[in-house]
């Protein structure tokens, strides 16, 4: 694995990755529903020597649970340049979510995708939602595309930031016309809507160079460019296609955008929605 071809401008932001483990030291949960490797905070650090990265976004990882530790611990110790969001239960009492800002988190993770088997119960939902609204925390809604059209309304009925991940994972095979994409974009206008232009391998058919996913990212790049930001999505779980190298992805950053577009996506926009 080499360096990337493109140079990303500096204070370039990753606006998507997780830590898993070391299970040693932060075990996973029981009814996780895959047990991936250890992918500590180490390993999230020497990626991003390589790619030229300095600030990240960790999302916690699901074979975590709402156990945020592992998270809260790479926070921590990255002297400020790393925010995180978190996965919470009712249990989380005010102290607590206090507690989690104070470590960094700057929003809850909600996923709706069918295969996890951890869709939220809408109450709960609407409930968290509320609630994380005082510390000025947006809700990350983790979808499959045709829930985009299923939970539209309620989205819309957000107050809060929401920030839609892997541009809804929807299939390249169905073209930027499809119903799902087209809610989508008619969804990111909406002041309060964020989108993550990552996960160009999960939306591709044809697999690398993943250049089928391109369109998407740059139809929502021009609709919301200040409200679009990037991810890796390092260590890649669950992937629809293996992804060899993460400075591949990096590398279509270019055909994304031009260097004004470019240090909006990865380094404006995030510091205005994570305060990185």
Not at 67 to 88: E, F, K, P, T
Request: include cysteine.
């Amino acid at each position: 694995m080499g360096a990337p071809h493109y140079v990303p401008p500096p204070d370039a932001c990753d606006a998507h990755c997780h830590i898993w483990g070391p299970v040693a030291r932060f075990p996973f949960v029981e009814n996780r529903p895959f047990t991936p490797p250890d992918r500590g905070k180490e390993d999230l650090a020497a990626l991003y020597a390589r790619l030229g990265i300095t600030r990240s976004v960790i999302v916690q990882a699901i074979v975590h649970g709402t156990d945020n530790r592992a998270m809260l611990d790479a926070i921590a110790g990255s002297g400020g340049r790393y925010r995180g969001v978190a996965l919470i239960d009712d249990g989380f009492d005010e102290k607590a979510l206090q507690a989690l800002h104070e470590g960094g988190v700057r929003g809850v993770r909600f996923g709706f995708v069918r295969h996890l088997k951890a869709r939220p119960d809408m109450d709960f939902f609407r409930r968290t939602v509320a609630r994380i609204a005082p510390l000025g925390w947006h809700a990350q809604i983790h979808l499959d595309a045709g829930d985009l059209l299923e939970l539209r309304d309620e989205l819309h009925a957000l107050r809060i930031p929401f920030v839609i991940d892997h541009m809804g994972r929807v299939d390249a095979a169905g073209g930027v016309e499809q119903p799902a994409f087209r809610a989508l974009l008619e969804m990111v206008r909406h002041e309060n809507c964020w989108v993550k232009v990552s996960g160009a391998d999960r939306v591709s058919t044809a697999g690398p160079p993943f250049h089928d996913a391109l369109p998407f990212a740059c139809a929502l790049i021009a609709a919301a460019p200040g409200r679009v930001v990037w991810g890796t999505d390092f260590p890649h779980s669950n992937p629809r296609h293996p992804v060899a190298d993460d400075a591949a992805l990096l590398d279509l950053l270019p055909l994304m955008a031009d260097a004004a577009g470019l240090r909006r996506l990865l380094v404006e926009n995030p510091a205005r929605l994570y305060g990185v």
